[in-house]
């Protein structure tokens, strides 16, 4: 799942281990756009409380967007290069079809700025014509803007970068009007299901949906009709692809995604969804990936005891809003047959999680078909959600996620796609950032430890546990539900280690070196938010690992890590998180969050040292392969 991511790992990881930054280039160098930033039409909004305001006032002072967009603080991730092997070895009917993925992918960029932020388009639009009137502090912007998809984001350090004065984030994004306050919100649903408008408050409620106002009432639209022109074209490009990929199954996934982008039934995208996660043996990766981790708003239902009795009553789940990405690559079979010697272990990992007979798991503990497939992609292009450098970016995923139809209702199952030129290391500079990073941070007898490759077999654990566990039932938990399930998906990776090294996967010097890479990895530059649940819940390890006594962090910020002691907590603190997923009650939740939620001393001393020797504030995306095919 990833919820991210978004089975994403921890943001602070792959800001700090994929420090691939390009020497060559300074702030003078973006006088250029990326194509697939060209690619994006330029449109109003609607529902918008700035409707029909033309113009904007930057809001970083040239000292700030120079420094921002220095190679030093803002840090690249390159995608396939035009020369790229990969590429050059595709059979001609690929090297076709993977154009016209490029071309669906791209309008993503499109749709999920919209969501994230009705102010994205018009501002971009802004930019563009200051740039052409020669702004130079627009044309710094915009490379912050490109970055980062968006006007508002937070970055490395916590901290949220309004590129637009009297701009901000909403807690509902822009997924709901940007007037709409939580206490209207729910005093609005109340009425309506008191009203008997129950079918119109389960469309408000459901992830598919944009809200907008509708009188002194909220009514919702699906992102089929909202996006109707956008996802057409998409749809055309998958069935152009369909015409000449060389692979079958891969065709009837791409012509079952196009169908289910011009109806807007999500049955459809539950059979395009399922075909999707049978996928293993293709030549190319596509996917439109939908993760619920940005919508602040929906889940708060659950914290009005009079809304929550009234939802109960009516049989309506609220579900947090899909924000739209998109991802094409070419799939490497060298790396993905690495990976999949983990997926005969997935059901003597289900044998092994905390009280396995009371709740459904999407492994079947009895070794039957565990309907999970793996492949490690090269990638292309990354766009919308997915290519957001936001503080981090995504590593690897696991799709659908278990609020989709594919899942509930036809027992389908799940993929993982790993992000080779996300997790590799290929700089020189890179690398001795990290050996600076280690002397300033972990105690130095522990370094013999530290691995890369251990960093990826940690995320094909964390990846796979998002399968293990409650399959359902955890909607109680509100906010707090994806920032539990990305915790439980690091502790199921670290508490099974020991079964995994007796049944042959890892050898004892593999163990110890996925543990302290892990624990070096997980600390931070800066106390998150807590809407960032990928970096909350390296706070909670942290401290819980700190009060069992598996690591310690000194008074000079130096990491300590007590291999021994580290599975066992894993195991745990495991088993105290599928507690709370099990009971699904909001208040269970929010009191272990809290709990463990603390940043210590020592935690804002280490991070300290971390930013002595990392400057990396935020990161932008290079796809060289993409924009030639988007040229052609």
Same mark, same amino acid.
């Not at 990929?245 to 012509?255: H, I, R, Y």
């Not at 199952?413 to 941070?441: C, F, P, W």
């Not at 530059?525 to 807590?530: R, V």
């Not at 990491?559 to 495991?574: E, F, G, H, Q, S």
């Given at each position: ?31 250029? *756009? ?24 930057? =809001? ?74 020669? =702004? ?7 490379? #912050? ?9 937070? $970055?490395? +350090? ?29 005093? &609005? ?16 409620? =459901?992830?598919?949906?944009?809200? +907008? ?29 369909? *015409? ?11 012509? @079952?995604?196009?169908?289910? @982008? ?30 619920? %981790? ?8 659950? *914290? ?11 049989? !309506? ?8 990405? /998109? ?29 396995? $007979?009371?709740? !459904? ?11 999970? &497939? ?26 659908? =996620?278990?609020?989709? #139809? ?66 359902? /039932? ?8 994806? !920032? ?36 070096? $990895?997980?600390?931070? &530059? ?17 401290? %819980? ?54 940043? &210590? ?20 995306? +290079? ?8 040229? *052609?």
């Amino acid at each position: 799942m990833n919820i991210n991511p978004i089975n994403r790992i921890s943001t602070a990881n792959i800001t700090l281990k994929g420090s691939t930054i390009d020497s060559a280039k300074t702030a003078d160098d973006f006088s250029g *756009e990326n194509k697939l930033v060209k690619e994006l039409d330029k449109m109003s909004m609607i529902n918008n409380v700035n409707i029909g305001k033309k113009d904007y006032e930057l =809001n970083l002072s040239r000292e700030e967007l120079e420094k921002r967009t220095h190679k030093d603080y803002l840090t690249t991730k390159k995608m396939l290069a035009v020369d790229a092997p990969e590429y050059s070895e595709l059979k001609d009917g690929d090297k076709e079809a993977l154009k016209h993925l490029v071309k669906a992918a791209v309008v993503l960029d499109k749709v999920n700025m919209q969501l994230d932020n009705p102010n994205n388009l018009p501002f971009k639009e802004f930019l563009e014509k200051e740039i052409e009137k020669g =702004n130079e502090d627009a044309k710094l912007t915009k490379v #912050l803007f490109d970055a980062q998809k968006g006007v508002c984001s937070l $970055d490395r +350090e916590s901290n949220m970068i309004e590129l637009a004065k009297g701009v901000s984030m909403r807690p509902g994004k822009g997924v709901y009007p940007q007037d709409l306050e939580k206490e209207e919100f729910h005093q &609005t649903l109340i009425n309506m299901l008191k009203n008997g408008k129950v079918d119109e408050v389960a469309k408000i409620l =459901n992830q598919r949906t944009v809200v +907008e106002r509708a009188g002194n009432e909220l009514v919702a639209v699906d992102y089929v009709d909202k996006f109707r022109d956008d996802f057409a074209y998409m749809a055309s490009e998958l069935e152009k692809a369909a *015409e000449t990929s060389t692979n079958e199954d891969f065709n009837e996934f791409l012509k @079952l995604q196009a169908k289910a @982008l011009r109806t807007a039934d999500p049955m459809l995208d539950a059979y395009a969804d399922k075909k999707w996660a049978t996928l293993q043996d293709t030549p190319l990766e596509f996917t439109i990936t939908r993760e619920n %981790y940005s919508d602040e708003l929906t889940e708060t239902v659950v *914290e009005n005891p009079e809304l929550k009795k009234l939802l109960d009553e009516n049989g !309506i789940v609220p579900v947090a809003k899909d924000f739209l990405g /998109g991802r094409v690559g070419i799939v490497n079979k060298k790396g993905t047959d690495a990976i999949l010697k983990v997926k005969s272990y997935l059901p003597l990992m289900a044998q092994n999680m905390p009280f396995k $007979d009371e709740y !459904i798991q999407n492994i079947a503990p009895d070794g039957k078909d565990s309907k999970q &497939t793996m492949v490690d992609a090269d990638l292309v292009a990354v766009t919308g959600d997915v290519g957001e450098f936001r503080a981090g970016i995504t590593l690897a995923e696991n799709l659908p =996620n278990d609020d989709k #139809l594919s899942i509930k209702e036809l027992d389908g199952g799940r993929r993982n796609v790993y992000h080779r030129q996300i997790r590799l290391i290929t700089s020189e500079d890179a690398r001795e950032k990290m050996q600076k990073r280690l002397e300033a941070t972990l105690k130095p007898e522990l370094h013999k430890y530290y691995n890369d490759e251990a960093d990826h077999w940690f995320t094909v654990g964390h990846e796979n546990g998002h399968s293990l566990g409650p399959k359902s /039932g955890t909607e109680g938990l509100g906010k707090y539900k994806s !920032i539990i399930e990305e915790n439980k998906a690091d502790m199921v990776s670290l508490a099974m280690l020991d079964v995994l090294t007796e049944a042959g996967m890892y050898t004892p010097e593999q163990r110890s070196q996925i543990i302290v890479t892990y624990a070096a $990895d997980n600390m931070m &530059t800066s106390k998150p938010t807590m809407s960032q649940a990928h970096r909350v819940r390296s706070v909670m390890q942290n401290y %819980y690992f700190i009060k069992e006594g598996a690591i310690e962090i000194s008074k000079d910020g130096v990491l300590n890590v007590n291999i021994d002691k580290m599975v066992p907590t894993a195991r745990k603190m495991l088993e105290e998180i599928i507690q709370v997923q099990m009971k699904g009650d909001f208040t269970k939740a929010e009191k272990y969050v809290t709990d463990y939620f603390v940043w &210590t001393p020592e935690m804002e001393k280490m991070a300290e040292n971390i930013k002595k020797v990392s400057k990396t504030l935020n990161g932008k995306v +290079e796809s060289p392969l993409a924009d030639k095919l988007l040229s *052609e």
